[in-house]
């Protein structure tokens, strides 16, 4: 599993070095990269083939979900974890879901509910339609044990 935004293969300081650590003061052990992390997950697919099989989506990634997941599903990956650093971006929940859904991590399904209406005009109704709300009016909506994938 592996997810970055580095190049970090071309390291630009010895690994043994005292300095390299994770507060700001620290120096960068890696070059930097491009912003597309995508970038790094063919890297590591080339590198190790079947062995990568999984990654990481920052869940802040606004208008990318939907071409992070195609990647990963391009790629043959098995997995796409969500996580997020700076703060909990739950807003982004439903877009994460939709890109999952899209590119098949995810499977969508709905519960079958059946309406009940009842013809509320005086002088009767010939055909049912819903749509004309003047004459008929939904009385309950009752929840089925059928779940229908969508």
């Known amino acids: 599993m592996y997810s970055a935004y580095s190049n970090w293969y071309k390291s630009i300081l010895p690994c043994i070095s005292t300095n390299i650590g994770w507060e700001p003061s620290s120096e960068p052990a890696w070059l930097n990269g491009s912003d597309d992390q995508r970038i790094s997950w063919e890297d590591m697919k080339n590198r190790y083939g079947v062995k990568f099989s999984m990654t990481w989506i920052n869940s ?32 982004e929940f439903g877009n994460i879901s939709e890109a999952a859904c899209y590119n098949g ?4 399904f709905m519960r079958k509910y059946i309406e009940v209406y009842k013809c509320t005009c005086l002088n009767g109704c010939s055909e049912f339609n819903p749509e004309n709300k003047s004459c008929w009016q939904m009385q309950k909506e009752i929840s089925t044990d059928t779940l229908l994938e969508n």
């Open 105 to 108: 991590f995810l499977k969508r």
């Open 60 to 91: 802040n990634e606004n208008n990318e979900f939907n071409d992070l997941f195609e990647e990963a599903k391009k790629l043959g990956l098995d997995e796409v974890w969500i996580y997020t650093l700076d703060g909990h971006h739950s807003d």
